[in-house]
């Protein structure tokens, strides 16, 4: 069984920034953040995979950035100009052929 631990959500000013890291026991093809917010679906926002490949969703390219540390098995989420609407708990995902796991999501909270 993989298991992926996540960290660093947490209180942010509109305009602020927030970097949260997931680090998994073993290395996997793909890695990916989702949120959930308050009733709303949850959406994928960033994903890559170990051959170097991103993808973001239109809200956040820009801000958000997706650095893999191989080395570690982590995966990072940088955040920055962070906006009410990115406020959700966010969750790692990480996946290899047919199986995936998931962590326990942190909370990003953004508030004046």
């Known amino acids: 069984q993989v298991q992926l631990v996540e960290s660093g959500g947490g209180l942010v000013q509109p305009g602020g920034s927030l970097n949260l890291s997931c680090v998994a026991s073993?290395?996997?093809?793909?890695m990916g953040w989702y949120r959930q917010a308050p009733g709303k679906r949850r959406q994928r926002v960033a994903m890559s995979t170990n051959t170097g490949i991103t993808d973001y969703i239109d809200p956040v390219k820009g801000r958000f950035t997706i650095p893999r540390d191989s080395a570690k098995n982590a995966e990072y989420l940088l955040m920055t100009n962070l906006q009410p609407e990115d406020t959700a708990n966010y969750l790692c995902?990480?996946?290899?052929?047919?199986?995936?796991?998931w962590g326990q999501g942190t909370q990003v909270t953004v508030s004046s």
């Open positions: 995902e990480a996946w290899e052929g047919e199986d995936d796991y």
């Open positions: 073993k290395n996997l093809f793909g």
